[in-house]
């Protein structure tokens, strides 16, 4: 979670830096809660939101739109709003 204690000026500037890496043809995987973050993600992997043996299990994977209509994606109900945006 590269973004945890960061000021939003700060992950802005991460951002911009994992856009150029993609830009020269790198692919970059990143665990991350940080919206800002997940919204500008090609592919999404949702592992939903319990951990040791109730977690762990991918529930829905894909693009934003395609996590969207996944009624299982934890994730999808806090990125219908932002992703709007």
């Not at 043809?25 to 809660?33: A, F, P, Y």
């Not at 739109?65 to 934890?74: P, T, V």
């Amino acid at each position: 979670e590269p973004t945890i204690g960061l000021h939003f000026v700060d992950i802005e500037k991460l951002l911009k830096i994992f856009h150029s890496l993609v830009d020269k043809k790198n692919t970059i995987i990143v665990i991350e809660h940080n919206l800002d973050v997940i919204k500008n993600a090609d592919y999404i992997i949702d592992i939903g939101k319990d951990a040791g043996e109730k977690g762990g299990r991918v529930i829905a994977e894909g693009s934003i739109d395609e996590l969207i209509k996944n009624r299982n994606s934890y994730t999808a109900k806090y990125l219908k709003s932002y992703a709007s945006k």
